[in-house]
């Protein structure tokens, strides 16, 4: 290579080394909400999505072969702690999204986001700065699935919303903190408060887990969020108030995608069911969920779930 051909080679190389720099910056600071951008974890979408990267790594390949010739840990004491808090963290979010909001300067049908340094939206900037932060500690689920070798509870469903909630909310923090889009953080917080408790009692007094009716009821709940927030979003396509039209691009598909699933996952998980009556019959005539049971020293070995 030449002198001239090297010349132009580091032209055209620092040419698109400052597109670059010019294109980070621009997406990263320039469009950022001055008041969030140097939050924790905020600045840069590198350390979250690190994270993000580490828990699928863990997830899908580490931790399951790190636990295949280890008995499951219990955890009781760790979960009861972990999920109380679930339950307080919802707790807050959801009275912080009404009572800083949606109870009193909000509008039900278009709201804008207040850039403002005022103290009404400064707290809401902050409700979803800590919305994102606990989407963050919700990874935890299924870190606790793995080291208790419930590989059954996680599934694509699991997954999926696990991963693409805090990418969300990241942006919802960096960029909009604020505004419409907080109505389905508000209904999210408060399907997790009745969602963790479950999981709190069953944690707490597993022997009464059998009388915890209302388990199915939280996934009808979190069908109705994504109804709710379907038709909650889509007023944007009918009023102008200066909140991104184009994020319906990420919500809409989301939130139907989220629907259907939800909706698999109950019909899989309670509408295949069996009544009490008719599973005694079955495991009478040596059948366990409709198919004959394998014996193992003289007794029925059956599939049990959470």
Known sequence: MNGSSAVHVDRASNIYNNSLVRFWEHTFTDLADPRTKDWFLIPSPVPGSTILIGYLYFVLSW?????EHRKPYHLRNILVCYNMLQVLLSLWLFYEGLDGAWLRKYSWKCQPVDFSNSPEALRVARGVYIYFLAKLSELLDTVFFVLRKKQNQITFLHLYHHTVMP???WGA??????????????INSFVHIIMYTYYLLAALLPQYQKYLWWKRYITTLQMGQFCLAFLHSCQLLIYDCDYPKWSLIIILPNVIFFYFLFADFYDSAYMGQKTPAKLTKDKENGVANGKPSRKTNGKLTEGKTD
Not at 173 to 186: D, E, L, N, R
């Open 63 to 67: 931790g399951p072969k790190y636990m």
């Open 167 to 169: 990418m969300v909310s």
């Open 173 to 186: 923090t960096k960029y909009y903190p604020g505004g419409h889009g907080t109505f389905i953080g508000v």
